[in-house]
């Protein structure tokens, strides 16, 4: 991570800090198993991989990444190897927007009113908003994959607000390119204490 790019996650995870308090910063690990279809560059795995995870670190929430399939794939890891549950998400970038999703959609997670384990982000869609929101691509298809992170550990419902809102505007545009958009505190709260039980019982 290069300086300017330390400084806004410095700046950003004290705002968290201030907003959601200190006892909820405690960090509940997700490992999610990431799967690239869309031939990304190592660089835009990178930066999106990082920007999903400097926006729900807010949240009490730290994400370990597997790299499953893609230019950053490695050796088979065991999260690339087992059946997503509890803790464990599969996360796949694909190349199209399946014909079952919304002509608008950038994303979609299988989820439950429990939340869910497998989550895609379509990354035509994605670089097709891009320009209109004015941002990255890499930087909104991180936030797009925060967002669906979000439905599996909320459910399907989305917020009149923050980063489960059902779509953006330009205001939020705003928001994201200096990564200010978030959970709100009360999706925070539930999201870190979900994961706090899911380990908690594999601990058992």
């Not at 199209?96 to 009113?113: E, K, L, Y």
């Amino acid at each position: 991570m290069n300086t300017s790019k330390t400084a806004v996650a410095m700046v950003w995870m004290a705002a968290a800090a201030v907003c959601y308090g200190p006892q909820n910063m405690e960090a509940q690990t997700l490992v999610i198993g990431l799967y690239d279809y869309a031939n990304l560059s190592a660089k835009e795995i990178g930066r999106l991989t990082e920007t999903a995870g400097l926006v729900l670190a807010g949240s009490g929430i730290h994400i370990d990444w597997a790299h499953c399939r893609g230019a950053l794939a490695v050796a088979p890891a065991v999260a690339c190897e087992t059946e997503p549950q509890g803790n464990h998400l599969v996360v796949r970038l694909l190349p199209n927007r399946p014909r079952m999703s919304s002509g608008d959609a950038m994303g979609h997670a299988a989820v439950d009113a429990e939340g869910g384990n497998f989550a895609s982000v379509f990354v035509p869609a994605v670089r097709e908003q891009a320009p209109g929101f004015g941002v990255a691509s890499d930087l909104l298809m991180g936030y797009v994959l925060a967002h669906e992170i979000g439905h599996c550990l909320l459910g399907p419902h989305h917020s009149e607000t923050g980063l489960m809102r059902g779509g953006w505007n330009r205001k939020d545009a705003v928001e994201i390119s200096r990564l200010g958009l978030h959970l709100t505190k009360e999706q925070a709260q539930k999201a870190a204490a979900r994961l706090g039980q899911v380990e908690l019982a594999a601990k058992r």
